[in-house]
């Protein structure tokens, strides 16, 4: 089957470093990509990796580790705007399917 | 500038209408994309296209049907909503390319059926 598996919530301080991870079972991977999604609003592209290995951007980097089955998205010098849903979802298949976790819900509080 | 719509942004409606959501990307992309998502809930895939006249059926069991008429329009029609439909909806399109394509999202159709 196909599973995508993250925490429901995490909570931590402006300023500091919050790591969310995410571990996936898929069919056919293709790569995982990070989303942010604000209350009531469409989920924005963070990050996609393929490879092994941190892709570093800006306040937020992601890694992936293929052979674990395993990402995390790391983000930096936490914002209050940062607080958000954040979507693991997995590429899959020969069709290049998105497969979806439930979302971290990130609460940043001062 | 190139981007993705849906209308409506909202929508309440009685039991038994027929209702059809707009989706519309000036981006030309090939792929285009429907989720059901429930509060709090993870997307769910319920179509996807790969261009003109393709439609196919995702992950979760719908009882919409989609079209594909051109390129740019992916509209999502319920024959006659109920309750249980009462959701939000999101349009999605990337390009065709193999891997590594990001999607880009619509704002969504909040819609509630009474």
């Known amino acids: 089957g196909q599973n995508i598996d993250q925490p429901t919530e995490m909570t931590a301080t402006e300023g500091a470093i919050v790591q969310i991870n995410c571990t996936y079972q898929t069919s056919g991977f293709n790569g995982l990509f990070w989303y942010q999604q604000h209350a009531g609003e469409a989920p924005t592209f963070l990050s996609y990796n393929v490879l092994d290995g941190l892709e570093e951007k800006g306040r937020f980097s992601s890694f992936l580790s293929r052979s674990k089955g395993y990402s995390y998205l790391l983000l930096k010098e936490l914002q209050m705007k940062d607080s958000a849903s954040y979507l693991c979802?997995?590429?899959?298949?020969?069709?290049?399917?998105?497969?979806f976790g439930a979302g971290t819900r990130l609460a940043v509080h001062p | 500038e190139a981007d993705i719509y849906q209308t409506p942004r909202y929508l309440v409606i009685g039991t038994g209408k027929k209702i059809t959501l707009e989706c519309s990307q000036t981006?030309?992309?090939?792929?285009m994309y429907w989720y059901q998502q429930d509060p709090g809930m993870e997307l769910h895939l319920i179509h996807y296209?790969?261009?003109?006249?393709?439609?196919e059926k995702g992950d979760l069991s719908s009882e919409s049907t989609v079209s594909r008429i051109r390129t740019e329009h992916f509209p999502l029609t319920l024959e006659s909503a109920r309750p249980s439909h009462t959701s939000q909806y999101l349009c999605a399109s990337s390009e065709i390319l193999a891997g590594g394509n990001e999607q880009f999202f619509g704002p969504g159709t909040r819609l509630t059926v009474l």
């Open positions: 979802a997995a590429l899959s298949g020969g069709y290049n399917k998105l497969i």
């Open positions: 296209s790969y261009g003109v006249n393709s439609t």
């Open positions: 981006m030309g992309h090939d792929k």
